[in-house]
């Protein structure tokens, strides 16, 4: 499954082996004393995952139903007329979708994909940078895409990479994406990062938003429930990032697949979210006095997700 998809989390192969995580996680360990993989936290990766990138089919494939909750959380944050920029990704790529219902939205994007899943918004305006494409996740980058990101203001920017750690931030094994990526970040006053639990703890090459440049973290609860992840978590807590938890089985949309771009519902229908309408304000995300104690299931104190 690691060569095909390039990457796989340890709860889709407990799934397909039909065994536990715990069993799981100890072949894992096992497979990596062998040079066949890398470990990650929640995952595991083809060696090299430093440099190495899945393509988008893979990357559809891994984390979905996490990648839905996540877009689900994030597009609450989102209100009536906002002008925002989406970074490209599977999980921004699934958080375009939900928007397509928000009036007066203005978006600003270099991802393809996003700009597919919302041009039959008709109440969403959708800016495209100019740059060239980069096929593996159709993505304009290059000079073009950043030159005309310049002089650029907007209210939230909503981004996604290959790994974050509390110590280097968000990060990419591309170098244009990154840097493309950047500029997108350097736009907006407040930077919001989805990201599900396969990329807690993971650094690839290139920096693309230092950890004190972030705003508040979208991740799924997975990892609230794994030492190392809620480590991690802590970690970017204590550095000022507002953590949000999205809770599995409450996702809205089906997750997204490469085809014809999905139509929203007509004009009148209202926006729907998980856990109902999406409130009039952002979720509160400061850290909160708790600890990862409690029940299985039972979400850290500290983090705040959507009531179910």
Do not use: W
Request: proline share 7%; aromatic share 2%; charged share 20%.
């Amino acid at each position: 499954m690691v060569r095909a998809n390039g990457a796989v989390s340890l709860r889709e192969l407990a799934r397909v082996v039909q065994t536990s995580e715990v069993t799981v996680r100890r072949d894992v360990r096992a497979l990596e004393a062998e040079g066949l993989l890398d470990r990650r936290h929640g995952g595991a990766v083809l060696p090299g995952g430093f440099s190495r990138e899945p393509g988008y089919p893979q990357k559809t494939h891994l984390a979905a139903a996490e990648k839905s909750a996540i877009a689900d959380l994030a597009a609450t944050l989102v209100e009536e007329g906002d002008a925002v920029v989406i970074g490209a990704g599977t999980t921004t790529q699934e958080l375009a979708r939900r928007l397509a219902r928000v009036p007066g939205l203005t978006v600003v994007t270099n991802s393809l994909l996003v700009a597919q899943a919302l041009a039959h918004a008709n109440r969403v305006e959708v800016v495209m940078t100019g740059g060239t494409l980069r096929g593996s996740n159709y993505a304009l980058v290059g000079s073009g895409a950043e030159q005309s990101l310049q002089g650029l203001r907007v209210t939230k920017a909503f981004i996604s990479g290959s790994g974050l750690t509390a110590e280097r931030g968000l990060s990419t094994t591309n170098m244009l994406s990154a840097s493309v990526d950047r500029a997108l970040v350097q736009s907006a006053a407040e930077v919001i990062v989805l990201a599900d639990h396969t990329k807690l703890g993971a650094d690839t090459m290139f920096q693309t938003v230092p950890t004190d440049a972030i705003t508040r973290l979208v991740t799924d609860e997975h990892t609230a429930g794994h030492d190392p992840t809620a480590r991690e978590l802590d970690a970017l807590a204590d550095c000022g990032v507002q953590v949000s938890v999205a809770p599995l089985g409450l996702a809205t949309e089906p997750p997204g697949h490469v085809g014809l771009p999905q139509h929203p519902p007509a004009p009148g229908v209202p926006r729907r979210t998980a856990g109902g309408p999406a409130p009039a304000a952002p979720l509160p995300g400061q850290r909160r006095p708790g600890t990862h104690g409690g029940p299985p299931g039972h979400l850290p104190t500290r983090f705040v997700g959507v009531r179910p």
